[in-house]
């Protein structure tokens, strides 16, 4: 009789490891349409037991990274405007890019929301409204970058910024691939 309770623990303890294997499979395969898949999939992979095998959640939560590496590229770019002797260019090309990061923050953080939204009406008209988002935050990126052209621009300031706000797009053009993965709101569950 004490071999019962080991053999319900054994296959518990199979068909835990079966589900997190197919659901590291499907991070992996979904993150193969992303342009950073290697990002993609260390990224996710911690998040495999809730994302299960999930097109929306694996979105949403490629969301989420996006906004929690916005929020730190948003205070990092905060501590450059205080950077001493930077000239008046460069300064302004800093509060331009602090504006661009916070706005890119904004359409993150409404594009979560819409997510949450998806099983609530009109499946198309979430999902465009996302993708606009998603797409507008990873413009609001590359336009903080590009606000640091030219010879008069290069230094530690345009270096630091740009390799953090680059990183910070890669995520975010990771979630955005991501998110045009989902397809019809019959064949997903919503959360």
Same mark, same amino acid.
């Given at each position: 009789?004490?071999?019962? @309770?080991?053999l319900?623990?054994?296959?518990?303890?199979?068909?835990? /490891?079966?589900?997190?294997? &197919?659901? #590291?499979?499907?991070i992996?395969?979904s993150?193969?349409?992303?342009?950073?898949?290697?990002?993609?999939? #260390? /990224?996710?992979? @911690?998040? &495999?037991?809730s994302? *299960?095998?999930n097109?929306?959640? =694996?979105?949403?939560? &490629?969301?989420?990274?996006? =906004?929690?590496?916005?929020?730190?590229?948003? $205070?990092?770019? /905060?501590?450059?405007? *205080?950077? @001493?002797?930077?000239? @008046?260019?460069?300064?302004?090309a800093?509060?331009?890019? =602090?504006?661009?990061?916070?706005? $890119?923050?904004n359409?993150?953080? #409404?594009?979560? +929301?819409? %997510?949450?939204?998806? !099983? $609530?009406?009109?499946? &198309?008209w979430?999902?465009?409204?996302? *993708?606009?988002?998603?797409?507008?935050? %990873?413009?609001? +990126?590359?336009?903080?970058?590009? !606000?640091?052209s030219?010879?008069?621009? +290069? !230094?530690?300031?345009?270096?630091e910024?740009?390799n953090?706000?680059?990183?910070?797009a890669?995520?975010?053009?990771?979630? %955005?691939?991501?998110v045009s993965?989902? !397809? $019809?709101?019959?064949?997903?569950?919503v959360?």
């Amino acid at each position: 009789m004490a071999s019962f @309770p080991i053999l319900v623990f054994l296959v518990t303890a199979v068909l835990h /490891s079966l589900r997190m294997v &197919a659901s #590291q499979d499907f991070i992996t395969e979904s993150c193969q349409t992303t342009e950073y898949p290697t990002l993609c999939v #260390q /990224s996710l992979t @911690p998040y &495999a037991p809730s994302i *299960q095998q999930n097109e929306i959640l =694996l979105a949403k939560t &490629a969301l989420e990274l996006s =906004l929690e590496n916005s929020h730190g590229a948003t $205070s990092f770019v /905060s501590q450059m405007t *205080q950077t @001493p002797g930077i000239g @008046p260019r460069q300064s302004q090309a800093v509060r331009d890019c =602090l504006h661009n990061v916070a706005d $890119s923050v904004n359409q993150l953080r #409404q594009s979560i +929301d819409e %997510l949450g939204q998806m !099983g $609530s009406g009109d499946f &198309a008209w979430h999902m465009s409204n996302v *993708q606009t988002w998603v797409s507008g935050a %990873l413009t609001d +990126d590359n336009m903080c970058v590009q !606000g640091f052209s030219g010879a008069d621009m +290069d !230094g530690n300031v345009k270096v630091e910024i740009g390799n953090r706000v680059m990183e910070l797009a890669k995520y975010v053009s990771n979630a %955005l691939a991501l998110v045009s993965r989902i !397809g $019809s709101p019959n064949y997903y569950n919503v959360p």
